[in-house]
């Protein structure tokens, strides 16, 4: 059974300092590894896609990472801002063979940039 | 385009009371899913549609909860008998089919909080 870990759960810091969010994932055998943003009682918005023959994606200020062989992905944001303040989150698709690419989700990071 | 889009966003309901929820999806989109998310944390898979044809149904749906895309356009989802447990907000995603899975990206809409007292 997959199970998507993000740590940590929360994470607060000064405006203008670069951070890493983390993700860990059980089960390697994915297709791709997907992170979202959510602001508070809104959806979520996509952020970036890494496909299983990806190692990095970069949209922005914003680069995610993958290793599949130790289950682990990481976003990193560069000069943080004020405006990046929400719950960012990983998440990656299980298909057992149908035509389902249903999402596993992690908890997610609640992510506060203090001006 | 115009994005999935929800209604109603909120929802208040008493506990036995029966709701009904609607998606629309981008124009063209044969994938549509709906998700619970509840407080704290990640969405948990609900229903996935392709075209008009429901292909799987989490554990997670009980026999109070339907959900229908009946022209393989809009979806709804239905809970009957509501219960306290069902308050959570209920997302739905939608993706064109392309025949690349491994590119798939679900785009979601503002979701449906649902408070059951």
């Known amino acids: 059974k997959q199970e998507v870990t993000q740590i940590p759960a929360a994470l607060s810091v000064p405006e203008g300092e670069n951070l890493v969010l983390n993700c860990s994932f059980t089960d390697s055998a994915i297709y791709n590894l997907q992170w979202f943003r959510q602001d508070p009682g809104k959806g979520l918005t996509s952020l970036l896609l890494?496909?299983?023959?990806?190692r990095e994606q970069t949209s922005g200020r914003l680069n995610a990472s993958l290793d599949k062989s130790s289950g682990r992905s990481t976003l990193y944001i560069a000069a943080s801002q004020p405006g990046d303040s929400a719950t960012y989150l990983c998440a990656v698709p299980m298909n057992y063979g149908g035509a389902t690419n249903k999402l596993i989700f992690g908890t997610g990071t609640l992510l506060a940039v203090q001006p | 385009d115009t994005g999935v889009s929800q209604n109603p966003r909120h929802k208040i309901t008493k506990r036995g009371q029966n709701v009904t929820f609607r998606c629309d999806p981008i124009?063209?989109?044969?994938?549509l899913y709906w998700y619970r998310q509840t407080l704290g944390q990640g969405p948990e898979f609900l229903t996935y549609f392709q075209n008009e044809a429901q292909l799987e149904k989490s554990r997670l749906l009980s026999d109070r909860f339907s959900a229908e895309r009946p022209k393989g356009s809009f979806s709804t989802l239905e809970i009957q008998r509501t219960e306290q447990g069902d308050s959570a907000m209920y997302l739905c995603?939608?993706?064109?089919?392309?025949?690349?899975?491994?590119?798939?990206?679900?785009?979601f809409g503002p979701g449906t909080r649902l408070l059951v007292l």
């Open positions: 890494i496909q299983s023959s990806q």
């Open positions: 124009s063209e989109h044969n994938r």
């Open positions: 995603a939608s993706s064109p089919l392309d025949g690349t899975s491994s590119r798939e990206t679900q785009y």
